[in-house]
Nanobody
Framework: VQLQASGGGLVQAGGSLRLSCAAS????????MGWFRQTPGKEREFVAA????????YYADSVKGRFTISRDNAKNTVYLQMNSLKPEDTAVYYC?????????????????WGQGTQVTVSS
């Protein structure tokens, strides 16, 4: 699976952004998808994950109620709608894929990553 993340940018606190992650290669609909983020000097952290059928989602406590993960299997794309953004959401955001949604709640051992897209939230 090849992943291409996009949609990052500069936004003021309280604003919104929607990230996209386009997949190609193996059957996208058979993979759970996740979003992670990383700031300099810190470990990559889990943000959100969605299973292949979009019936299950998981979120980090820090983004619950503000971020929404979704997917369109017809377009081989997963999205992360980010609302009420805060300066502490500033990071490089990465998408990842795995057959199991439970594996996607940690960045360890994942084989498929997108290249990352920068999100900067100004105060």
């Amino acid at each position: 699976v090849q992943l291409q993340a996009s949609g990052g940018g500069l936004v003021q606190a309280g604003g919104s952004l929607r990230l996209s992650c386009a997949a190609s290669g193996r059957t996208f609909s058979s993979y759970a998808m996740g979003w992670f983020r990383q700031t300099p000097g810190k470990e990559r952290e889990f943000v959100a994950a969605i299973n292949w059928g979009a019936s299950n989602t998981y979120y980090a406590d820090s983004v619950k109620g503000r971020f929404t993960i979704s997917r369109d299997n017809a377009k081989n794309t997963v999205y992360l709608q980010m609302n009420s953004l805060k300066p502490e959401d500033t990071a490089v955001y990465y998408c990842a894929a795995d057959p199991s949604i439970m594996v996607l709640t940690t960045p360890l051992g994942l084989d498929y990553w997108g290249q990352g897209t920068q999100v900067t939230v100004s105060s």
